[in-house]
């Protein structure tokens, strides 16, 4: 039987949500935990991803997009992500509410819909936490980039991206200051210190693996 279009796009999203910021293709069980499945049912809806042509996996391997996998997850995050621009723009909601939500209307709304939130918008190239959005072509743009984490001390850099999987860490982010395209200087790894403005600033340790600099 073949499984339902919104969990094919589920999958086939977060497989290139997990290479857009780093080299390393997922592996199956780092991919059930990115869906908060059983690795039993993340194995066999690869095979039938594989199957469908939609992905190359090599049994106890790492998992990779093929063209038209890669071509039908970069859809789904333009979706996603110019969804959550809307919301944050047009609907009043906080960039800290927005990822479930789009998760949700990213597969019922329609692509003449789609295109006019886009035009409304002015062709937004970026969502609210910082992550390209394709255009209509499928294609994005991103600067070289150093997560926060791997940045040594001295670096200075502008937010590029910050993770939208912590809510409650973006919150503190942004009653600290720190948002995308804020500029910092880093001063400490241990603990994380940075300098914003001319002041400093301690952050949680998660938020070293949350954000990203410009190189």
Known sequence: MRPPAAVVEDYLKTIYSHTEWQPDDIT??????????????????????????????KRYGSISLTDEGRAQAIAVVRRHRLIETWLVTEMGYTWDAVHDEAEVLEHAISDRLLDAIDER???????????????????????????????????????????????????????????????????AQHPLTVDVAGSGLELPDDAGASIWLTA
């Open 28 to 57: 199956p069980s780092q991919l059930a935990t990115r869906l908060a499945l059983a690795p039993s049912t993340v194995t066999e809806m690869v095979k039938k991803l594989a199957a469908a042509g939609l992905v190359a996996h």
């Open 121 to 187: 918008l002015g062709h937004p190239s970026r969502d609210p936490h910082g992550d390209p959005i394709p255009d209509a072509a499928g294609r994005s743009a991103r600067a070289a980039f150093v997560l926060l984490a791997d940045a040594a001390a001295g670096h200075e850099g502008t937010v590029l991206r910050i993770s939208d999987r912590d809510p409650e860490l973006l919150r503190h982010l942004e009653n600290s200051g720190v948002d995308v395209g804020t500029r910092l200087r880093v001063d």
